[in-house]
């Protein structure tokens, strides 16, 4: 039986397109009102700071919640690797092994999770938040308390110039790692074998059982992936920084969410997409940024964020619901 | 026993019509339910019997047709409602709470209570007095509801109704699940319940519970009451012709049968609980018919074949081979398909693509270092629309807009994308309209034709006559009969199915 | 006809060897809990002390008003935890509302007013979340995580990150004062246990809460309006929190920054609970079991000279294993 009506699609549609429009539409205003916003020197900025490291992340939620699940603990997989990347230069480590044991350890946080999840069967939710809350005491009890570790000396600057300072044909190499990403879950999500297998658990993952796709084994890939991208964000940060502050990556959990529900919105069947969430990922970054420059403190900020992923999930949540 | 024709009606409902757009569920059906009476119901799947318990219960609105309760019109039924009229529903799936405990599950909105404490001695009390009373049955009453057995919680629902004075019970299905022994209890229930006075309505496919119960029996065919009976005076036989369509008989296609070797033997396969030493093969090309009722064990039986459940004892040899059956995963790659009753659930992702849910039991085919080739996906996946006919627009248009027969086709295809080479079918053609029914058939026979062995399980009888080489009866987790092809009808597989036959089982060459 | 009764039993769970399991649980749980106790009486300096157990009793008082109010939003939503009830927003709102409490003090706002306003802040954002809820159908934990990000910014606009200073004799009464020997805000804890045991247990509306999260069809076809329900949870909940934000003000004589870190000792506490509970459901006793319990814990790390960096950690990781060993413990529905 059809469940299509007239109405139904229209609105649907409708909600395709607002948050294009509404994209276009705070681009359009802050251009005007907000001094200073269209000049290069504040695009650049923009993109290398708002931008790169909450689209990494996003992109690594991105998978997670295309397999139907949630990863809470991304922030600590970003925590980690900075923290392993930093203290492994702070002992004298080559930049290569430094970077190779950042990754190791995201890897590992999204293993733990892997296990949780798919072992012992707990919810991705509750296994992620339980992650969550360790991680943050691991940090602070590895940082007595939240102490960053810095590392300005000139010895380092090496590794962390050509992480984070580093061009090629005129664009910094953070935005090249991020694209080169964003292409690879894009291929690994909508073109590759394991991409549909993930879309198949998100959609319906009984029958993704029944038709004898692996589902432990894929779900575990799902959250390693997601945390081993939070990790390449993790150093490229603590590269920027030069340093590693505990608990940074708490701030990104949101975003990424609200990056990814947003990229939803483009699609009729309200499916995650590597495109939608890089313009989730870009709304969010134009609205903190032209916010911050037509004179909106910090907090409102945060509040107007909220609020937006808040009408954003509305949408997603409150149109689908009514097709259905 | 007071005279039926004296006894007042309590639930009169005449001249019930229902449609869902071209769909004629219901046709000017008339149920009256007497007072002091148990009323069976009986029809084959999709006969309206559902359709009509749900007008009654207030979740679904009839087209046309009045109600009457107690003499009273009533319209615009809610659930809420009907019980408060004194018409209680004992569904099928149990609707209890399953952290509640006995005394909180029978009196959920009625609490007895003290001033504003809610008095849960009162409460435990009371309900052991009631399960006492109706049931003879003593019952911890700290115990929840999820660690009782099936068969309590059905009593623990009929206490409830009858908490709340029901003068109407209307049970669905009460004794799937149930062994001898409680069945008897229960029936012995509803007949202390009939002499006060209380009316029961019985619906069940069971024949001889209907017979040995119930004074008066409504039969349902095609969406229509083709009659009233008593069941004391008209013979089982007479009531099931009574359900079975005739009309169909065009419906299968006729297939010559080129029998090869033993694709799926099983021996031996036990699973406590729910079968036992259960025996049977399918040979290539071949079309084997299995059926039995709810609670017989062929459900499990199934999905023991397909390794979503492991058995207990027994072995089951695919093609020679012993798979090691733990999992979906190794089912299919022994090239065993399932097509599983739930289709929502299990058969096809209603939020995928046509090309999505065709190729992804068999992604390996399309994909070169583990890109899918979407081109390759297209000539295979529109091959596969086309020889199936499957009605859609295009291959991305996402199966949750097609009709229930082609998601079907959807699902067939997915396993054909696979070459499986055994297909074991839960209810293939349940909520499918006739003609994509007939186009399934006819793929089934193809199937068989180029060699694959097919298990097909399903309770609509018609089918099973029409179309399988043989059929096994399964009754109370075991094979009591085997029907060969042409030596069995509709009533009687119905009969073996419901235990109204001897066992009686062919030797096995 | 005589029909032999081969019919194969309907499938019983197990039933004994999973009671066992489950009664091995509790009495695992409690004896935990005893052990620990002792362990940090036997070593830690001043934790057998009276006034030590009073102050703990005390401090947790703010910690179980919202532990109560998460644990009620749980019962409601169900032990389905995909889909099931949680409020992320919870600590937030109750910085959220101290912000407000201590600003309207400090602008000269009346007591019973300023009071009134930060009950009102906490249950009008827990009306957004049931609205977010029940009616947009939006997942608890996202919606509640979005509502947790506005209210934390909204306290940061209010406070301007900084510390508001309040106090008045009512305060200052709630804070030191005693009645019989025992602190008001012990008091307050033990008046508002008894209330909520009641409320939740003894009430039919409580009763019905839990069928509601316990199996929301049945409770349809019961009659019960679901949604009215859930919706009142979330608002309890605000409530809770407004409640909770009048203490800590009391407390700290002062609103600050940084209540949003009580959410994992919240969310540890209501979890927790379940595993006393014969049914694992969060109950108002297990609630309170595990409100000291958590109490008790960070009590004895500092007594004992542990960094307090390991309680969440710990906490954390309990979390996990009570999830782990209660699902599967807890008899698969079918």
């Not at chain 1, 037509?294 to 609020?307: D, H, K, R, S, T």
């Not at chain 2, 082609?406 to 070459?419: H, M």
């Amino acid at each position: 039986m059809t469940t299509s009506t007239m109405p139904c699609l229209n609105t649907e549609h409708l909600a395709n397109y607002a948050v294009l429009g509404a994209f276009l539409a705070i681009l359009i205003y802050f251009s005007v009102a907000a001094p200073g916003f269209l000049s290069a020197d504040n695009l650049f900025n923009l993109v290398v700071n708002n931008v790169v490291l909450l689209a990494i992340v996003a992109l690594g939620m991105t998978i997670v919640i295309s397999s139907g699940g949630i990863d809470l603990s991304v922030g600590i997989s970003l925590d980690m690797a900075a923290m392993v990347f930093v203290m492994l230069l702070a002992a004298g480590m080559s930049g290569g092994i430094s970077v190779a044991g950042g990754i190791a350890a995201a890897g590992v946080v999204g293993m733990l999770n892997a296990i949780l999840i798919t072992r012992l069967r707990i919810s991705p939710f509750l296994a992620t938040l339980g992650i969550l809350f360790i991680g943050q005491s691991v940090q602070r009890l590895a940082t007595q308390g939240g102490q960053p570790i810095y590392l300005t000396r000139a010895e380092y600057a090496g590794t962390f110039n050509a992480i984070a300072r580093s061009t090629f044909l005129g664009i910094p190499t953070p935005v090249w790692v991020m694209a080169a990403l964003a292409i690879a879950v894009w291929v690994l999500l909508h073109r590759s074998v394991f991409g549909r297998y993930v879309r198949a658990l998100g959609a319906q993952p009984g029958v993704a059982w029944y038709s004898g796709i692996r589902v432990p084994r894929n779900t575990a890939m799902v959250y390693i992936l997601c945390a081993v991208l939070c990790g390449v964000s993790g150093i490229i940060l603590s590269s920027t920084v030069r340093s590693y502050v505990p608990l940074s990556g708490d701030g990104y959990l949101l975003d990424a969410i609200g990056a990814t529900f947003i990229g939803t919105t483009l699609s009729a069947e309200r499916r995650p997409s590597v495109i939608g969430t890089i313009m989730g990922v870009l709304l969010l970054g134009v609205m903190r940024n032209g916010l911050l420059l037509i004179g909106w403190n910090f907090y409102w900020q945060q509040v107007g964020i909220g609020v937006l992923v808040f009408a954003v999930l509305a949408i997603s949540f409150g149109l689908k619901g009514r097709a259905d | 026993m007071p005279d039926p024709s004296a006894r007042r009606p309590v639930v009169e409902m005449r001249g019930i019509s229902k449609t869902y757009g071209p769909v004629k569920a219901l046709t000017d059906a008339d149920l009256t339910i007497h007072e002091g009476s148990i009323h069976g119901l009986v029809g084959a799947n999709g006969a309206g019997k559902s359709t009509i318990i749900k007008i009654l219960a207030g979740i679904v609105r009839p087209t046309a047709g009045t109600i009457l309760v107690n003499g009273k019109e009533v319209t615009h039924l809610t659930p809420s409602s009907v019980e408060q009229l004194g018409v209680h529903f004992i569904h099928q799936d149990r609707l209890l709470v399953p952290t509640a405990t006995i005394g909180e599950a029978i009196f959920l909105r009625h609490e007895p209570r003290i001033g504003p404490f809610v008095n849960h001695r009162a409460m435990n009390r009371q309900a052991d007095e009631l399960l006492k009373r109706y049931f003879d049955l003593t019952l911890p009453p700290g115990k929840l509801v999820r660690e009782l057995t099936t068969a309590q919680q059905k009593i623990v629902q009929i206490t409830r109704a009858l908490a709340q004075k029901a003068r109407v019970l209307v049970l669905d299905e009460p004794t799937a699940a149930l062994v001898k022994r409680e069945v008897d209890s229960l029936f012995g229930v509803l007949r202390r319940l009939r002499d006060d006075g209380i009316a029961v309505v019985f619906i069940s496919h069971y024949m001889s519970e209907i017979e040995e119960l119930c004074d008066a029996v409504t039969v349902m065919r095609n969406g229509t009451v083709v009659g009233v009976v008593d069941p004391r005076e008209t013979p089982i036989d007479r009531i099931v012709a009574m359900m079975i369509n005739r009309d169909m008989a065009e419906m299968y296609p006729p297939r010559k049968a080129t029998i090869g070797a033993p694709m799926l033997e099983v021996g031996g396969l036990t699973l406590e609980g729910a079968f036992r030493d259960i025996s049977l093969d399918v040979r290539a090309g071949e079309i084997v018919g299995l059926t039995g009722l709810l609670g017989s064990g062929v459900k499990e039986l199934v999905q023991c074949l397909f390794g979503l459940k492991a058995p207990d004892s027994g072995t089951i040899r695919i093609e020679g081979e012993v798979p090691p059956l733990r999992s979906p995963i190794h089912a299919v790659s022994a090239r065993v398909a399932m097509l599983p009753e739930d289709r929502r659930a299990h058969g096809v992702a209603m939020g995928l693509s046509v090309a999505e849910n065709i190729s992804l039991a068999s992604l390996g085919r399309y994909a070169r270092s583990g890109l899918v080739s979407r081109r390759r996906e297209a000539e295979v996946v529109d091959g596969l629309i086309r020889e199936l006919s499957i009605k859609t627009p295009n291959r991305t248009n996402l199966v949750r807009n097609l009709s229930g027969g082609n998601q079907q086709k959807v699902a067939i295809a997915k396993w054909l994308s696979c070459q499986s080479r055994v297909y074991i079918l839960d209810e293939p053609t349940v909520a499918v309209d006739v003609g994509a029914k007939v186009e399934i058939y006819t793929l089934l026979n193809r199937l068989a034709a180029e060699g694959a062995a097919i298990l097909l399980m399903s309770s609509e009888l018609e089918e099973l006559v029409g179309m399988c080489d043989r059929t096994l009866v399964i009754y109370r987790g075991e094979v009591t009969h085997e029907f060969a092809r042409g030596g069995v009808d509709t009533d009687q597989l119905l009969a073996a199915a419901s235990g109204a036959q001897p066992a009686r089982r062919k030797e096995m060459a | 006809m005589t029909m032999t009764d081969t019919a194969p039993r309907a499938a019983r769970s197990g039933l004994t060897r999973k009671n066992l399991g489950a009664w091995a649980i509790r009495l695992g749980a409690l004896a935990m809990f005893a052990a620990i106790l002792i362990y940090f009486a036997a070593t830690a300096r001043g934790f057998a002390n009276p006034y030590n157990i009073m102050n703990v009793v005390e401090q947790s008082a703010i910690l179980g008003l919202l532990a109560f109010g998460m644990s009620v939003v749980l019962i409601g939503g169900g032990s389905e935890v995909q889909t099931g009830g949680i409020d992320l927003s919870l600590a937030a709102n109750t910085g959220l509302c101290a912000a407000v409490f201590a600003n309207c003090m400090q602008a000269g706002v009346p007591e019973a007013a300023a009071i009134a306003a930060a009950l009102v802040t906490g249950m009008v954002i827990g009306l957004l979340n049931a609205l977010a809820v029940v009616r947009l159908h939006i997942l608890p934990l996202l919606a509640t995580l979005a509502v947790m990000n506005i209210a934390a910014g909204l306290e940061l606009t209010v406070t301007q990150n900084t510390v508001i200073s309040v106090s008045s004799p009512f305060l200052m009464g709630l804070a030191m004062g005693s009645f019989l020997g025992i602190s008001s805000l012990a008091w307050v804890f033990i008046v508002f246990s008894a209330l909520m045991v009641w409320g939740v247990h003894f009430s039919r509306t409580g009763l019905r809460l839990y069928a509601v999260g316990g199996h929301r069809e049945a409770a349809r076809a019961s009659g019960l309006n679901v949604g009215r329900y859930v919706t009142g949870t979330y608002v309890f909940a605000g409530l809770c929190a407004g409640l909770a934000s009048v203490l800590i003000v009391a407390r700290l004589s002062s609103s600050t920054p940084g209540t949003g870190q009580l959410l994992l000792s919240v969310l540890a506490a209501s979890l927790l609970g379940t595993v006393f509970s014969r049914r694992f459901i969060p109950t108002m006793g297990g609630t309170i079991l595990s409100v000291l319990f958590i109490g008790f814990l960070a009590n004895g790390f500092q007594l004992s000279g542990v960094s307090s960096y390991w309680v969440n950690g710990v906490q954390g990781a309990l979390i996990l294993l009570v999830v782990a060993v209660t699902s599967f413990a807890r008899p698969s529905e079918g």
